[in-house]
């Protein structure tokens, strides 16, 4: 037998393969981990005297999801 097929054996292969997969899920999940999440838009103040609903697209989505 030769020295370089006594040394790739199938516990060497199946390591090789494990380590490459850890490195490719660490890749993977490192440029969520920088990013930085977008500010939110700042809440308007609410009125003095009330009258703070307003109808949004959520809102109607919410009103059509109730009809029966």
């Not at 500010?39 to 609903?53: N, S």
């Not at 959520?58 to 009809?67: A, D, E, L, M, P």
């Amino acid at each position: 037998m030769s020295q370089a097929k006594a040394k790739l054996s199938r516990r060497t292969l199946f390591a090789g393969a494990g380590t490459a997969t850890a490195l490719a899920a660490a890749a993977t999940v490192l440029p969520r981990i920088v990013e930085q999440e977008a500010p939110l838009p700042e809440a308007k103040p609410a009125p003095a005297r009330g009258g703070g609903y307003q109808l949004t697209d959520h809102v109607k989505q919410y009103y059509k999801t109730t009809r029966i």
